[in-house]
Protein backbone atom coordinates (compact mmCIF):
# COMPACT_ATOMS: atom_id res chain seq x y z
CA UNK A 1 0.00 0.00 0.00
CA UNK A 2 2.88 2.46 0.86
CA UNK A 3 4.63 1.66 -2.27
CA UNK A 4 1.16 2.15 -4.27
CA UNK A 5 0.76 5.32 -2.64
CA UNK A 6 4.37 6.57 -3.64
CA UNK A 7 3.84 5.43 -7.00
CA UNK A 8 0.89 7.44 -7.49
CA UNK A 9 3.20 10.34 -6.03
CA UNK A 10 5.15 9.54 -8.45
CA UNK A 11 2.34 9.81 -12.10
CA UNK A 12 1.63 12.87 -10.09
CA UNK A 13 4.90 14.38 -10.35
CA UNK A 14 4.58 13.34 -14.41
CA UNK A 15 1.01 14.67 -14.70
CA UNK A 16 1.45 18.19 -13.32
CA UNK A 17 5.00 19.96 -13.06
CA UNK A 18 4.87 23.69 -12.99
CA UNK A 19 6.26 26.35 -10.33
CA UNK A 20 6.78 25.64 -6.32
CA UNK A 21 3.61 28.09 -6.46
CA UNK A 22 2.08 25.90 -8.39
CA UNK A 23 2.83 22.81 -6.86
CA UNK A 24 1.82 24.47 -3.57
CA UNK A 25 -1.98 25.12 -4.79
CA UNK A 26 -1.92 21.34 -6.03
CA UNK A 27 -0.79 19.67 -3.09
CA UNK A 28 -3.73 19.06 -1.46
CA UNK A 29 -5.83 17.56 -4.02
CA UNK A 30 -2.73 15.39 -5.08
CA UNK A 31 -2.49 14.55 -1.34
CA UNK A 32 -6.35 13.06 -0.73
CA UNK A 33 -6.40 11.16 -4.30
CA UNK A 34 -3.47 9.19 -2.93
CA UNK A 35 -5.25 8.75 -0.13
CA UNK A 36 -8.45 8.39 -1.03
CA UNK A 37 -7.21 5.53 -3.78
CA UNK A 38 -4.65 3.82 -1.46
CA UNK A 39 -7.55 4.08 0.67
CA UNK A 40 -9.92 1.57 -1.24
CA UNK A 41 -7.52 -0.66 -2.20
CA UNK A 42 -6.61 -1.60 0.97
CA UNK A 43 -9.94 -1.18 2.58
CA UNK A 44 -11.05 -3.91 -0.58
CA UNK A 45 -8.51 -6.34 1.27
CA UNK A 46 -9.75 -6.02 3.92
CA UNK A 47 -12.62 -8.76 3.93
CA UNK A 48 -11.65 -10.73 0.72
CA UNK A 49 -9.12 -12.52 2.29
CA UNK A 50 -11.54 -12.94 5.57
CA UNK A 51 -14.04 -14.49 2.90
CA UNK A 52 -11.45 -16.34 1.21
CA UNK A 53 -9.92 -18.88 4.04
CA UNK A 54 -13.40 -18.16 5.76
CA UNK A 55 -11.95 -16.46 8.19
CA UNK A 56 -15.06 -14.51 8.44
CA UNK A 57 -17.23 -17.78 9.97
CA UNK A 58 -14.30 -17.78 12.39
CA UNK A 59 -15.12 -14.37 13.77
CA UNK A 60 -18.74 -14.66 13.73
CA UNK A 61 -18.66 -17.80 15.79
CA UNK A 62 -16.30 -15.73 18.32
CA UNK A 63 -18.63 -14.71 21.55
CA UNK A 64 -18.44 -11.40 20.56
CA UNK A 65 -21.36 -9.05 19.13
CA UNK A 66 -21.31 -8.46 15.22
CA UNK A 67 -20.86 -4.84 15.96
CA UNK A 68 -17.67 -5.68 18.12
CA UNK A 69 -15.96 -7.51 15.20
CA UNK A 70 -17.20 -4.30 13.23
CA UNK A 71 -14.94 -1.74 15.44
CA UNK A 72 -12.28 -4.05 15.64
CA UNK A 73 -12.20 -4.40 11.61
CA UNK A 74 -12.40 -0.57 11.32
CA UNK A 75 -10.09 0.13 14.18
CA UNK A 76 -7.42 -2.47 12.32
CA UNK A 77 -8.16 -0.95 8.94
CA UNK A 78 -7.63 2.55 10.54
CA UNK A 79 -4.25 1.25 11.93
CA UNK A 80 -2.83 0.48 8.69
CA UNK A 81 -3.62 3.60 6.88
CA UNK A 82 -2.37 6.01 9.19
CA UNK A 83 0.51 3.99 8.84
CA UNK A 84 0.80 4.34 5.51
CA UNK A 85 -0.03 8.12 5.68
CA UNK A 86 2.72 8.54 8.38
CA UNK A 87 4.98 7.62 5.34
CA UNK A 88 3.72 9.00 2.62
CA UNK A 89 3.48 12.66 3.90
CA UNK A 90 7.26 12.61 4.81
CA UNK A 91 7.75 11.34 1.29
CA UNK A 92 5.66 13.92 -0.29
CA UNK A 93 7.07 17.02 1.73
CA UNK A 94 10.47 15.39 0.45
CA UNK A 95 9.42 15.37 -3.25
CA UNK A 96 8.00 18.49 -3.38
CA UNK A 97 9.53 20.65 -1.18
CA UNK A 98 6.37 21.29 0.36
CA UNK A 99 5.51 21.68 4.18
CA UNK A 100 2.95 18.99 4.69
CA UNK A 101 3.79 17.99 8.15
CA UNK A 102 2.08 20.50 10.46
CA UNK A 103 -0.34 19.92 13.50
CA UNK A 104 -3.19 21.16 11.56
CA UNK A 105 -3.00 18.78 8.70
CA UNK A 106 -1.96 16.10 11.17
CA UNK A 107 -5.59 16.31 12.83
CA UNK A 108 -7.16 16.93 9.28
CA UNK A 109 -5.62 13.84 7.76
CA UNK A 110 -6.63 11.56 11.26
CA UNK A 111 -10.27 12.70 11.06
CA UNK A 112 -10.96 12.28 7.42
CA UNK A 113 -8.98 8.57 7.68
CA UNK A 114 -11.01 7.46 10.61
CA UNK A 115 -14.45 8.80 7.81
CA UNK A 116 -12.89 6.84 5.27
CA UNK A 117 -12.11 3.52 7.11
CA UNK A 118 -16.39 4.06 9.09
CA UNK A 119 -17.82 3.51 5.44
CA UNK A 120 -15.07 1.78 4.23
CA UNK A 121 -15.20 -1.27 6.72
CA UNK A 122 -18.55 -1.51 5.83
CA UNK A 123 -18.76 -0.65 2.13
CA UNK A 124 -15.99 -3.38 2.12
CA UNK A 125 -17.48 -6.53 3.87
CA UNK A 126 -20.97 -5.70 1.26
CA UNK A 127 -18.55 -5.44 -1.75
CA UNK A 128 -16.80 -9.46 -1.16
CA UNK A 129 -20.32 -10.56 -0.89
CA UNK A 130 -21.43 -9.76 -4.25
CA UNK A 131 -20.50 -10.82 -7.68
CA UNK A 132 -17.97 -8.38 -8.74
CA UNK A 133 -16.28 -7.79 -5.61
CA UNK A 134 -13.15 -4.86 -6.32
CA UNK A 135 -15.50 -3.12 -8.08
CA UNK A 136 -18.33 -2.79 -5.86
CA UNK A 137 -16.16 -0.80 -2.98
CA UNK A 138 -14.87 2.34 -5.36
CA UNK A 139 -18.66 2.48 -6.88
CA UNK A 140 -20.13 2.75 -3.46
CA UNK A 141 -17.16 4.71 -1.33
CA UNK A 142 -16.45 7.68 -3.62
CA UNK A 143 -19.74 9.26 -3.85
CA UNK A 144 -20.55 8.87 -0.34
CA UNK A 145 -17.12 9.92 1.03
CA UNK A 146 -17.35 13.10 -1.30
CA UNK A 147 -18.03 15.43 1.56
CA UNK A 148 -14.87 14.31 3.65
CA UNK A 149 -12.60 14.64 0.65
CA UNK A 150 -14.31 17.74 -0.39
CA UNK A 151 -13.58 19.31 3.34
CA UNK A 152 -10.11 17.32 3.89
CA UNK A 153 -9.07 19.19 0.35
CA UNK A 154 -10.22 22.79 1.42
CA UNK A 155 -9.16 22.55 5.35
CA UNK A 156 -5.58 21.52 3.65
CA UNK A 157 -5.38 24.01 0.78
CA UNK A 158 -6.15 26.63 3.59
CA UNK A 159 -3.41 25.65 5.90
CA UNK A 160 -0.69 25.04 3.37
CA UNK A 161 -2.11 28.80 2.43
CA UNK A 162 -0.74 30.18 5.54
CA UNK A 163 -4.38 30.31 7.22
CA UNK A 164 -5.40 30.53 10.74
CA UNK A 165 -7.09 28.16 12.94
CA UNK A 166 -10.61 29.56 12.53
CA UNK A 167 -10.19 29.19 8.72
CA UNK A 168 -10.48 25.63 9.17
CA UNK A 169 -12.81 25.02 11.46
CA UNK A 170 -16.06 24.80 9.64
CA UNK A 171 -14.32 22.38 7.58
CA UNK A 172 -13.66 20.05 10.40
CA UNK A 173 -17.15 20.43 11.98
CA UNK A 174 -17.92 18.86 8.64
CA UNK A 175 -15.94 15.91 8.74
CA UNK A 176 -16.36 15.36 12.28
CA UNK A 177 -20.04 14.88 11.80
CA UNK A 178 -19.15 12.65 8.81
CA UNK A 179 -17.41 10.40 11.55
CA UNK A 180 -19.50 10.37 14.14
CA UNK A 181 -23.08 9.89 11.77
CA UNK A 182 -21.22 7.05 9.49
CA UNK A 183 -19.65 5.78 12.79
CA UNK A 184 -23.15 5.19 14.55
CA UNK A 185 -24.67 4.21 11.45
CA UNK A 186 -21.85 1.48 10.02
CA UNK A 187 -22.17 0.11 14.09
CA UNK A 188 -25.84 -0.49 13.80
CA UNK A 189 -26.20 -1.65 10.19
CA UNK A 190 -23.17 -4.06 10.13
CA UNK A 191 -24.70 -7.04 11.26
CA UNK A 192 -26.96 -7.09 8.34
CA UNK A 193 -24.18 -7.19 6.00
CA UNK A 194 -22.38 -10.27 8.00
CA UNK A 195 -25.52 -12.53 9.09
CA UNK A 196 -26.92 -14.76 6.40
CA UNK B 1 -59.34 -0.19 -11.04
CA UNK B 2 -57.48 2.52 -9.09
CA UNK B 3 -54.37 2.71 -10.59
CA UNK B 4 -57.62 3.44 -13.86
CA UNK B 5 -58.41 6.67 -12.25
CA UNK B 6 -54.84 7.28 -10.83
CA UNK B 7 -54.15 7.50 -14.88
CA UNK B 8 -56.88 9.78 -15.75
CA UNK B 9 -56.15 12.05 -12.54
CA UNK B 10 -52.46 12.34 -13.38
CA UNK B 11 -53.36 13.10 -17.49
CA UNK B 12 -55.73 15.64 -16.51
CA UNK B 13 -53.22 17.33 -14.33
CA UNK B 14 -50.80 16.77 -16.75
CA UNK B 15 -53.05 18.69 -19.50
CA UNK B 16 -53.61 21.82 -17.07
CA UNK B 17 -49.90 22.06 -16.25
CA UNK B 18 -49.26 22.15 -19.67
CA UNK B 19 -51.65 24.71 -20.59
CA UNK B 20 -50.44 26.80 -17.88
CA UNK B 21 -46.97 26.63 -18.10
CA UNK B 22 -47.11 27.18 -22.11
CA UNK B 23 -49.83 29.21 -22.84
CA UNK B 24 -51.36 30.60 -19.09
CA UNK B 25 -47.88 31.96 -17.94
CA UNK B 26 -46.08 35.40 -18.93
CA UNK B 27 -42.41 34.67 -20.18
CA UNK B 28 -39.61 35.94 -17.86
CA UNK B 29 -38.81 39.81 -18.46
CA UNK B 30 -34.88 38.92 -17.94
CA UNK B 31 -34.65 35.13 -19.33
CA UNK B 32 -37.34 35.01 -21.74
CA UNK B 33 -39.00 31.71 -22.69
CA UNK B 34 -36.53 29.85 -21.55
CA UNK B 35 -37.35 29.99 -18.39
CA UNK B 36 -40.30 28.11 -18.54
CA UNK B 37 -37.88 25.05 -18.37
CA UNK B 38 -38.40 25.95 -14.30
CA UNK B 39 -41.97 24.65 -14.39
CA UNK B 40 -40.30 21.35 -15.24
CA UNK B 41 -37.53 21.50 -13.49
CA UNK B 42 -38.38 22.61 -10.27
CA UNK B 43 -41.38 19.52 -9.73
CA UNK B 44 -38.64 16.56 -11.59
CA UNK B 45 -36.10 18.18 -8.53
CA UNK B 46 -39.08 17.93 -5.93
CA UNK B 47 -40.13 14.29 -6.69
CA UNK B 48 -36.36 13.23 -6.89
CA UNK B 49 -36.03 14.08 -2.96
CA UNK B 50 -39.53 12.53 -2.38
CA UNK B 51 -38.35 9.34 -4.58
CA UNK B 52 -35.00 8.64 -2.64
CA UNK B 53 -37.05 9.72 0.95
CA UNK B 54 -39.34 7.21 -0.26
CA UNK B 55 -36.28 5.07 -0.49
CA UNK B 56 -34.98 5.50 2.62
CA UNK B 57 -37.90 4.85 4.20
CA UNK B 58 -38.89 1.85 2.86
CA UNK B 59 -35.13 0.82 3.30
CA UNK B 60 -35.41 1.48 6.95
CA UNK B 61 -38.90 -0.96 7.09
CA UNK B 62 -37.04 -3.74 5.43
CA UNK B 63 -34.11 -3.64 7.82
CA UNK B 64 -36.63 -4.00 10.57
CA UNK B 65 -39.42 -5.81 9.29
CA UNK B 66 -37.94 -8.36 6.65
CA UNK B 67 -41.05 -7.79 4.25
CA UNK B 68 -40.65 -8.21 0.57
CA UNK B 69 -42.96 -5.86 -0.23
CA UNK B 70 -40.95 -3.08 1.38
CA UNK B 71 -37.86 -3.88 -0.73
CA UNK B 72 -40.11 -3.73 -4.10
CA UNK B 73 -41.41 -0.45 -2.87
CA UNK B 74 -38.05 0.78 -2.49
CA UNK B 75 -36.95 0.03 -5.30
CA UNK B 76 -39.49 0.31 -7.12
CA UNK B 77 -39.14 4.30 -5.81
CA UNK B 78 -35.24 4.25 -6.57
CA UNK B 79 -35.94 3.56 -10.21
CA UNK B 80 -38.55 6.31 -10.69
CA UNK B 81 -36.05 8.95 -8.65
CA UNK B 82 -33.26 7.84 -10.98
CA UNK B 83 -35.24 8.85 -13.82
CA UNK B 84 -36.46 11.81 -12.48
CA UNK B 85 -33.04 13.05 -11.23
CA UNK B 86 -31.75 12.56 -14.78
CA UNK B 87 -34.28 14.54 -16.85
CA UNK B 88 -33.64 17.43 -13.95
CA UNK B 89 -30.56 17.50 -14.12
CA UNK B 90 -31.11 17.49 -18.17
CA UNK B 91 -33.39 20.57 -18.14
CA UNK B 92 -31.20 22.46 -15.47
CA UNK B 93 -28.47 21.58 -18.23
CA UNK B 94 -30.71 23.09 -21.07
CA UNK B 95 -31.86 25.72 -19.38
CA UNK B 96 -27.80 26.83 -18.30
CA UNK B 97 -26.71 26.69 -22.02
CA UNK B 98 -28.45 30.10 -23.09
CA UNK B 99 -29.01 31.46 -19.72
CA UNK B 100 -25.43 31.27 -18.19
CA UNK B 101 -23.43 30.46 -21.45
CA UNK B 102 -22.45 27.06 -20.57
CA UNK B 103 -24.39 23.69 -20.46
CA UNK B 104 -22.46 22.39 -17.01
CA UNK B 105 -20.53 24.04 -13.87
CA UNK B 106 -19.55 23.00 -10.72
CA UNK B 107 -21.74 25.39 -8.58
CA UNK B 108 -23.59 24.39 -5.22
CA UNK B 109 -26.51 22.81 -6.21
CA UNK B 110 -25.01 20.91 -9.87
CA UNK B 111 -22.26 19.32 -8.02
CA UNK B 112 -25.00 17.94 -5.04
CA UNK B 113 -27.79 16.77 -7.19
CA UNK B 114 -24.80 15.21 -9.76
CA UNK B 115 -23.46 13.66 -6.79
CA UNK B 116 -26.70 12.32 -5.62
CA UNK B 117 -27.90 10.74 -9.11
CA UNK B 118 -24.29 8.40 -8.87
CA UNK B 119 -24.93 7.62 -5.59
CA UNK B 120 -28.49 5.91 -6.96
CA UNK B 121 -26.68 4.81 -9.86
CA UNK B 122 -24.70 2.98 -7.42
CA UNK B 123 -28.08 1.70 -6.13
CA UNK B 124 -28.89 -0.18 -8.81
CA UNK B 125 -25.16 -1.20 -9.73
CA UNK B 126 -25.44 -2.77 -6.18
CA UNK B 127 -28.64 -4.76 -6.90
CA UNK B 128 -27.46 -5.79 -10.45
CA UNK B 129 -24.28 -7.51 -9.04
CA UNK B 130 -26.14 -9.99 -6.72
CA UNK B 131 -28.32 -12.53 -7.50
CA UNK B 132 -29.28 -13.87 -4.24
CA UNK B 133 -32.56 -11.62 -3.08
CA UNK B 134 -32.59 -11.91 0.43
CA UNK B 135 -29.09 -10.54 0.16
CA UNK B 136 -30.01 -7.82 -2.40
CA UNK B 137 -32.84 -6.50 -0.67
CA UNK B 138 -30.35 -6.44 2.46
CA UNK B 139 -27.55 -4.81 0.96
CA UNK B 140 -29.66 -2.09 -1.08
CA UNK B 141 -31.50 -1.10 1.99
CA UNK B 142 -28.05 -0.25 3.57
CA UNK B 143 -27.05 1.73 0.67
CA UNK B 144 -30.65 3.60 0.58
CA UNK B 145 -30.43 4.62 4.19
CA UNK B 146 -26.45 5.38 4.19
CA UNK B 147 -26.71 7.74 0.10
CA UNK B 148 -30.13 9.40 1.84
CA UNK B 149 -28.03 10.20 5.09
CA UNK B 150 -25.44 11.36 3.15
CA UNK B 151 -27.99 13.85 1.23
CA UNK B 152 -27.04 16.96 3.99
CA UNK B 153 -23.81 16.61 4.35
CA UNK B 154 -22.83 16.79 0.71
CA UNK B 155 -24.96 19.84 0.29
CA UNK B 156 -23.50 21.71 3.40
CA UNK B 157 -19.96 20.58 2.33
CA UNK B 158 -20.62 22.01 -1.38
CA UNK B 159 -22.08 25.22 -0.29
CA UNK B 160 -19.59 25.75 2.12
CA UNK B 161 -17.28 25.26 -0.60
CA UNK B 162 -18.81 27.05 -3.49
CA UNK B 163 -19.81 29.74 -1.08
CA UNK B 164 -15.85 30.90 -0.87
CA UNK B 165 -15.88 31.10 -4.64
CA UNK B 166 -19.06 32.37 -5.73
CA UNK B 167 -20.53 30.49 -9.31
CA UNK B 168 -23.41 32.12 -11.10
CA UNK B 169 -26.39 33.28 -9.77
CA UNK B 170 -29.22 31.01 -9.69
CA UNK B 171 -32.22 33.44 -10.40
CA UNK B 172 -34.10 34.22 -7.15
CA UNK B 173 -37.28 35.35 -6.02
CA UNK B 174 -39.08 38.09 -8.32
CA UNK B 175 -41.96 35.71 -9.23
CA UNK B 176 -44.85 36.97 -9.87
CA UNK B 177 -48.54 35.22 -8.80
CA UNK B 178 -49.31 33.70 -12.20
CA UNK B 179 -45.97 31.89 -12.17
CA UNK B 180 -46.59 30.54 -9.00
CA UNK B 181 -49.60 29.28 -9.25
CA UNK B 182 -48.16 27.30 -12.22
CA UNK B 183 -45.39 26.42 -10.55
CA UNK B 184 -47.98 24.55 -7.55
CA UNK B 185 -50.05 23.03 -10.34
CA UNK B 186 -47.05 21.80 -12.13
CA UNK B 187 -45.95 20.16 -8.79
CA UNK B 188 -49.23 18.49 -7.95
CA UNK B 189 -49.19 17.82 -11.82
CA UNK B 190 -45.49 15.65 -11.75
CA UNK B 191 -46.18 14.41 -7.89
CA UNK B 192 -49.32 13.00 -9.48
CA UNK B 193 -47.12 11.07 -11.95
CA UNK B 194 -44.76 9.63 -9.60
CA UNK B 195 -47.23 8.03 -7.76
CA UNK B 196 -48.75 6.76 -11.15
CA UNK B 197 -45.65 5.56 -11.91
CA UNK B 198 -44.11 4.12 -8.64
CA UNK B 199 -47.63 2.36 -8.75
CA UNK B 200 -47.26 0.55 -11.67
CA UNK B 201 -43.51 -0.22 -10.88
CA UNK B 202 -44.75 -2.19 -7.85
CA UNK B 203 -47.89 -3.72 -9.65
CA UNK B 204 -45.33 -5.15 -12.42
CA UNK B 205 -42.65 -6.17 -9.41
CA UNK B 206 -45.26 -8.43 -7.92
CA UNK B 207 -46.38 -9.86 -11.06
CA UNK B 208 -42.82 -10.78 -11.69
CA UNK B 209 -42.40 -12.47 -8.40
CA UNK B 210 -45.74 -14.40 -8.92
CA UNK B 211 -44.26 -15.45 -12.07
CA UNK B 212 -41.30 -16.61 -11.08
CA UNK B 213 -43.10 -18.64 -8.17
CA UNK B 214 -45.46 -20.48 -10.49
CA UNK B 215 -41.92 -20.98 -12.54
CA UNK B 216 -39.86 -22.43 -9.62
CA UNK B 217 -43.18 -24.62 -8.97
CA UNK B 218 -43.35 -26.23 -12.77
CA UNK B 219 -39.61 -27.17 -12.22
Same mark, same amino acid.
Given at each position: ????????????????????????????????????F????????????????N????????????? *??????? !??? =? %? &?????? #????? $??????????????????????T???????????????? *??????? !??? =? %? &?????? #????? $????????G??????????????????????????????????? | ????????????????????????V??????????????????????????????????????????????????????????????????G??????????????????????I???????????????????????????????????????????T?W?????????????????????????????????????????L????????????????
Amino acid at each position: MIVFAILVIVIFNFAFSGSQQTMVSLTPGMLWVTFAFAGVLSLNRAFIQEKEDNCLEGLMVCPVSRE *TIYLGKM !LGS =L %F &FMLLVE #VVVLP $VFALLFNVNVISLPLIIITILATLGFVTIGTLFSALAVN *TKAREMV !LPI =L %F &FPIVSP #VIISA $VSASGRVLGGESWGDIYSWLGIIAAFDIIFLVVAYLVFSVVIDE | MKIRVLLGLTAALMVIALYMVFIFVPSDAETGVIQRIFYFHVPLAWIAFLAFFVVFGCSIMYLWKRGRKWDILASSSAEVGLVFTTLFLLTGSIWARPVWGVWWTWDSRLTSSLILWIIYLAYFIIRSYISEEGRRARFAAIVGIMGFIDIPIIAMAITLWRTQHPGPVIFEGGLVTEMIWTLIVAIIAFTALYILLFSYRVLVKQDEHELNALKALRR
